[in-house]
Structures are given as C-alpha cells and as structure tokens.
C-alpha cells in the first residue's frame, strides 16, 4: 500500500477532567470500537477546521481547538491513515447528542486505559491519562 495516508482529525475534548468519547457506528469498520469524535479532512481543509466541523456534525457539539497533541500513521487492513489529535474544549454550556447512533462517555482516565479503543489511539490514551490525573 503505498498511496498515501488518509488524513484524518480527532477532536479530545476535555472537559472537568474528562474527555469525550464515543463508539464507531453500527455498520461501520470497527464497529461498537471507542475513538475521539472526528474523521476524513475535506479538500482544502486543515485539522483543526475538520475537528471543530466533525463534532458539529456528529454531536452537535461546538468545540474551540486549543492546540496540537500528536499526530500517528497507521496501517489498517484495507487504509492507511494519518490521524491528528487536536486538544479541544467545549464552548458554552451546550452537551454533546449522538446524531450517527453512536454511544458518548466523558471518560475518566481509568476508562480511557480499559475501553476497546481503535488501535491507532493506544499511545495517546497513555498520555492522556497520565495527563488526567497528575498526582500519580
């Protein structure tokens, strides 16, 4: 496979010492895995712009993108995917809906290191829960 990776944006929301997850819909690969709201950048788009458009789109959730996490290649069978993690909170007081069927957490950091996540997510899973809870 050497087309080059999907570029693709993840949103961490945090909020209260929590971030947001949610499961990938019925009928899609990897389907009842947990992942960070987001998906596919559209042409002419950058990260950040795809993170803020997915979670209005998927949550009905406006997110303010506050920086940079890391980004991951990753090789699944069938796609190649570039994934930027982009740390975001949420704006004004408005909670996250499900619109694609989908099942939402505000995760702890516990629950971020037990939950099946998509396997692209397992190096910033650790971080992010060594990020959550700093006394340890």
């Known amino acids: 496979m050497s087309e080059a990776p999907i570029p693709i944006a993840a ?3 945090l909020h ?3 971030v ?3 499961t990938r ?3 899609r690969s990897w389907s009842g895995h947990w992942e960070f709201p987001g998906g596919k950048l559209e042409a002419g788009e950058d990260a950040a712009a795809a993170a803020v458009r997915e979670c209005r789109e998927e949550l009905d959730l406006e ?3 506050l920086e940079p996490l890391e980004t991951v290649e990753w090789t699944y069978p069938g796609a190649r995917v570039r994934v930027e993690f982009l740390l975001c909170s949420p704006i004004g007081s408005s909670a ?3 619109v694609e069927g989908q099942q939402l957490l505000w995760a702890d950091a516990d629950a971020l290191l ?3 996540f998509l396997p692209a997510n397992a190096h910033i899973l650790t971080a ?3 990020r959550l809870r700093p006394d340890r």
Do not use: I, M, N
């Open 63 to 65: 997110v303010r993108v």
């Open 25 to 27: 819909g019925p009928g």
């Open 20 to 22: 947001l997850v949610q």
């Open 128 to 130: 992010l829960a060594s």
């Open 114 to 116: 037990t939950l099946p």
């Open 96 to 98: 996250p809906h499900p």
């Open 11 to 13: 949103a961490v929301v």
């Open 16 to 18: 209260e010492g929590k």
